[in-house]
């Protein structure tokens, strides 16, 4: 049996179980997978946010300012829910409709540059929607990808600036049927 990749599926959002559903349906269930283009290689979800992760991080490396900030003023950070806190470091935890990770990320990042939340906050990270300025400046739309060369192209484009995690992560996704 071998995996061919059908499609780049593009944005799932708050459609992603339906989209799921879909794929068993059409596919059979457990006979299609979705995994991540990273240079040459591919890899699946733990792989995947393993490289968004260190574009959190490296980027928070960079800018030392943001760091400083984000660890005054948080106590925690969440993407579509607050409930997404109770996830922790754990990306396999997903309890909302939609897949959330720069909140995980944004965690590691922070453990890894060996600091802690000390904040009131509990800050929103997700593009236009949360009302602290940190939302937007740490959205996944946002934080550079440090690796430009990886993204496939054409590059897919939606809320997200080019060159970003976010479109890696969007465009680098391929749906895989086994065959």
């Known amino acids: 049996m071998v995996w061919e990749t059908i499609e780049r ?4 959002g708050r459609h992603r179980d339906e989209r799921y559903a879909e ?6 269930a457990g006979n299609w997978r ?13 792989e995947a946010t393993a490289v968004y992760g260190l574009a959190y991080y490296l980027y928070l490396q960079e800018r030392a300012d943001l760091l400083d900030w984000l660890v005054r003023a948080a106590r925690d950070v969440y993407d579509d829910a607050p409930s997404n806190v109770a996830s922790g470091l754990d990306y396999q935890i997903q309890e909302t ?3 959330h990770v720069q909140d995980i990320a944004l965690r590691w ?3 890894l540059h060996g600091r802690e939340f000390q904040g009131s906050e509990l800050i929103q990270i997700r593009a236009t929607q949360g009302p602290h ?3 937007r400046l740490l959205s996944p739309g946002e934080v550079p990808f440090h690796c430009p060369d990886w993204i496939l192209l054409p590059a897919l484009t939606g809320w997200w600036n ?3 995690v976010e479109q890696w992560y969007q465009s ?3 749906l895989q049927v086994q065959r």
Do not use: D, E, H, I
């Open 9 to 12: 599926p593009g944005y799932l």
């Open 23 to 28: 794929y068993s349906k059409r596919y059979g």
């Open 34 to 46: 979705l995994v991540w283009r990273m240079g040459s290689q591919t890899g699946g979800f733990c």
């Open 97 to 99: 409709g939609r897949t």
């Open 109 to 111: 990042a922070v453990l």
């Open 133 to 135: 300025p940190l939302s």
């Open 162 to 164: 080019p060159g970003s």
């Open 172 to 174: 680098n996704r391929l």
